[in-house]
């Protein structure tokens, strides 16, 4: 839940620190405090908005949302969270508020009445508020996530709205959005850019990750871009936040039970921050975080080649190897026509030729991740690790690929794909190219 503080040019990210004990949602938790101004550096407070008592609305803090009102003081509206309300038929999902001088020091203002769970919506799905200034009728706009009160596997699952002149009385308005695609829908945030409103959010029962739409009016309608999501399935329960120069997503990348690339996720992960830039027709691109990038100070170079292997498969190491779990590679990568697809392949066991492969298929024009060789079934579940690209031939693309012990991000031509990756052994380095030519400069 990120914000940006001009006084000290630092993004605080609050967030939910679970122990994992058990696996997960086992302790409950608060909001802890990490602060930063270009993602390399971070500063971290502990628990700074803090859990309630075992018998308290806010057993557990969920997601919510910061912001500064006229006022210079800062506010949020936070979810209350008790587990053992369920049983007791009250609901077990209510919104508080707290406010703060500095973003570290939080006093709590308890809950929030006129926000309670309103009638035909399930009580125990009611989270997650966002706030924003609506300019144009001069007044907060509310939004959260919610259900209608039926069937949980039934997708009715919705944003609704409030309205506020000064962020205390609020009146419910009823349903903001309701495309009808999912069960629930989590972590909505509404933003500005240019002519366009974009409503960010996640959802966990289709494709599991974070997604956007778009529109010239902030109550829609919404159009939904032809690349709706921001890096594929390991990307969860993003937000974003300007310092007024760059805009940021802050989303995590989940963990795999047991440490193994073939399981499940797990629910929360490894920060992962984006770039988000608009492009020419208003949809949104992302990158790497520059700052990022330029933290990697250590350079090796290698020459320029180019790989031919038409109507077969051909493989050849880029450099000798990287002795780091940690590494950014980044370079420019052209292609001719008619190239099938060509791979980058890392952390690859030079005597046996086991690794991951970021792979872009030519043909159709898609971007997606594996292991290599993908024996025996299965190496790695990397259902929804896919991305559209965009990519013309004779074109100098370039290519970040960036790891991080069990975190790996490829970046091409405005397109992101993160994944985890759990077997970081070993620090082979090649470029696969299937049926066509590749040049890597």
């Known amino acids: 839940m990120p914000f940006y503080q001009k006084k000290d040019?630092?993004?605080?990210?609050?967030?939910?620190?679970?122990?994992?004990?058990?696996?997960?949602?086992?302790?409950?938790?608060?909001?802890?405090?990490?602060?930063?101004?270009?993602?390399?550096?971070?500063?971290?407070?502990?628990?700074?908005?803090k859990k309630g008592q075992e018998d308290s609305e806010d057993q557990f803090i969920y997601a919510g949302s910061v912001f500064e009102k006229p006022d210079d003081k800062i506010s949020a509206y936070y979810t209350g969270y008790n587990r053992n309300f369920v049983s007791q038929n009250r609901p077990s999902q209510v919104l508080l508020k707290?406010?703060?001088?500095?973003?570290?020091?939080?006093?709590?203002?308890?809950?929030?009445?006129?926000?309670?769970?309103?009638?035909?919506?399930?009580?125990?799905?009611?989270?997650?508020?966002n706030v924003v200034w609506n300019?144009?009728?001069?007044?907060?706009?509310?939004?959260?996530?919610?259900?209608?009160?039926s069937d949980v596997k039934k997708k009715t699952g919705r944003l609704v709205y409030y309205t506020s002149k000064d962020c205390k009385d609020w009146s419910f308005k009823g349903d903001f959005w309701t495309p009808d695609l999912y069960t629930m829908i989590e972590m909505p945030q509404l933003f500005k850019e240019g002519d366009w409103w974009y409503l960010v959010y996640s959802e966990y029962d289709l494709e599991k990750t974070t997604h956007y739409v778009m529109s010239k009016k902030i109550m829609g309608p919404w159009i939904i871009p032809?690349?709706?999501?921001?890096?594929?399935?390991?990307y969860y329960a993003a937000r974003t936040a300007t310092?007024?120069?760059?805009?940021?997503?802050?989303?995590?990348?989940?963990?795999?039970?047991?440490?193994?690339?073939?399981?499940?996720?797990?629910?929360?992960?490894?920060?992962?921050?984006?770039?988000?830039?608009?492009?020419?027709?208003?949809?949104?691109?992302?990158?790497?975080p520059h700052r990022l990038k330029a933290a990697v100070k250590?350079?090796?170079?290698?020459?320029?080649?180019?790989?031919?292997?038409p109507f077969r498969r051909s493989e050849v190491p880029l450099i000798g190897g990287i002795s780091?779990?940690?590494?950014?590679?980044?370079?420019?990568?052209?292609?001719?026509?008619?190239?099938?697809?060509?791979?980058?392949?890392?952390?690859?066991?030079?005597?046996?030729?086991?690794?991951?492969?970021?792979?872009?298929?030519?043909?159709?024009?898609?971007?997606?991740?594996?292991?290599?060789?993908?024996?025996?079934?299965?190496?790695?579940?990397?259902?929804?690790?896919?991305?559209?690209?965009?990519?013309k031939p004779e074109t100098d693309y370039e290519v970040s690929l960036f790891v991080d012990d069990t975190v790996a991000v490829m970046e091409i031509a405005g397109t992101v794909l993160s994944c985890r990756i759990e077997k970081n052994n070993y620090h082979g380095l090649s470029l696969a190219v299937v049926d066509g030519s590749v040049t890597v400069k």
């Open 135 to 149: 300019e144009e009728t001069n007044e907060y706009l509310l939004i959260l996530g919610t259900r209608l009160k």
């Open 324 to 391: 780091s779990k940690s590494f950014l590679l980044k370079n420019k990568i052209s292609f001719k026509p008619s190239t099938r697809s060509f791979s980058i392949i890392f952390c690859e066991n030079p005597e046996t030729g086991e690794g991951y492969e970021f792979n872009i298929d030519l043909k159709r024009q898609e971007l997606s991740v594996r292991r290599t060789p993908n024996l025996r079934w299965y190496q790695m579940l990397n259902i929804g690790l896919t991305r559209q690209v965009k990519l």
């Open 226 to 234: 032809e690349q709706d999501t921001f890096s594929g399935r390991a």
């Open 243 to 288: 310092n007024g120069k760059e805009r940021f997503l802050f989303g995590w990348v989940p963990s795999k039970e047991a440490g193994k690339d073939e399981n499940n996720y797990l629910w929360g992960g490894t920060f992962l921050p984006l770039e988000v830039k608009q492009n020419k027709i208003g949809e949104l691109d992302v990158a790497m």
């Open 9 to 49: 040019n630092q993004f605080y990210l609050y967030f939910q620190k679970d122990t994992r004990s058990p696996i997960p949602f086992g302790d409950p938790f608060g909001w802890e405090l990490a602060t930063t101004s270009d993602f390399v550096k971070y500063k971290t407070y502990g628990e700074v908005l």
């Open 298 to 309: 250590e350079k090796v170079s290698f020459h320029q080649q180019e790989i031919s292997s």
């Open 98 to 129: 707290a406010s703060s001088t500095d973003g570290i020091t939080w006093t709590k203002e308890g809950k929030a009445d006129k926000l309670a769970p309103q009638e035909g919506y399930d009580p125990d799905n009611w989270r997650d508020p």
